[in-house]
């Protein structure tokens, strides 16, 4: 079925590779991807592309009426470790981009929007062991409080205004195709460039520092399986808690030894432990599977086996 599908912020790590996977599935030419930036030559010459800030209304409602965009994807924000260093930066481009997208929404310019949450919306005194759904939040990062006020404006814009919006929380995520851009769970990919390049990582976050994490690859395809959801069976409008496995760096290690025998790991923690500290071990994601049934494919050792394959291959 053709539909025009906006991805805005299509240059990330998720963004890339989401675009991809659009136009894959719906055609190249009714996906626009657009960024404040170029992207990789991949994503540049597979597909129609925009220069465009997030934060500017008039030039996305512009973009949007040109190509008579249906649906948008809303991958732009600023990062948690990113984040900490430019506050205001981050709370104007995390919370302007999404006012941009719902009032457009609103507006009916647009009929369905998907704007990325995270693990991030928890807390220090959040449950850590199988985060429930609806609990205690108090994120206590820049990233994390913009996270959680995002939610709670998606929900009211859906039961105020109708509009349908959709969200899921994502973990770390884990790919070979693109770099991270300064998150806190930017090790869990670093560690398999430095493995092969090297056979050595220091890694920033110290031994049994568990975190929920998620081969890209699941990530894309609960991205738009939620927006393939039919709205009637949507419960949640503020954003899902996803998860597919919970590590500490001293697990990926050892499943990186299994195929890099001489890989040594060290551990200098920096101020993202703190932040790391903050967030939950691992999650509990069952609305998710009873509201749209998401099931995750890739655990921790298919996950390095896809890792180091695919960057021996690529280099």
């Known amino acids: 079925m053709q539909k025009s599908i906006l991805i805005i912020g299509a240059c990330g790590q998720i963004g890339t590779e989401l675009t991809m996977a659009l136009r894959e599935k719906y055609g190249a030419d009714s996906v626009i991807a657009s960024d404040i930036r170029e992207g990789s030559d991949s994503l540049m010459q597979s597909g129609p592309f925009e220069l465009l800030d997030a934060t500017d209304y008039a030039a996305i409602e ?90 709670r404006w998606c929900e009211y814009y859906f039961k105020k205004f109708g509009v349908d919006v959709r969200s899921v929380r994502y973990p770390g995520l884990i790919s070979w195709k693109t770099l991270p851009g300064g998150g806190t769970t930017d090790y869990a990919v670093e560690i398999y460039h430095k493995a092969l390049e090297e056979k050595e990582y220091t890694c920033f976050l110290a031994e049994g520092t568990k975190l929920p994490m998620m081969f890209m690859d699941d990530a894309i395809r609960a991205t738009i399986s939620i927006m393939d959801a039919d709205s009637d069976t949507l419960k949640i409008r503020s954003s899902y808690n996803l ?73």
């Open 62 to 151: 512009d973009v949007v009426m040109h190509y008579e965009i249906e649906e948008v994807y809303l991958m732009a924000a600023m990062l948690s470790a990113t984040a900490e260093k430019f506050p205001m930066r981050a709370w104007n481009l995390n919370m302007n981009s999404l006012f941009n997208i719902l009032n457009l929404a609103k507006e009916k310019k647009i009929t369905k929007v998907f704007w990325p949450s995270s693990i991030a919306v928890f807390g220090p005194n959040t449950p850590k062991e199988q985060t429930p759904q609806n609990t205690l939040m108090e994120p206590s990062t820049v990233y994390g409080i913009s996270k959680q006020s995002g939610e």
């Open 243 to 315: 998860g597919a496995m919970s590590f500490g760096p001293e697990e990926i290690a050892a499943s990186i030894k299994n195929h890099i025998p001489d890989f040594e790991m060290s551990y200098e923690p920096d101020f993202r432990q703190a932040i790391a500290d903050s967030w939950p071990s691992s999650i509990d994601d069952s609305k998710a599977s009873e509201d749209w049934n998401w099931k995750p494919e890739f655990d921790l050792e298919k996950t390095t086996k896809e890792m180091l394959e695919n960057l021996v291959k690529s280099n």
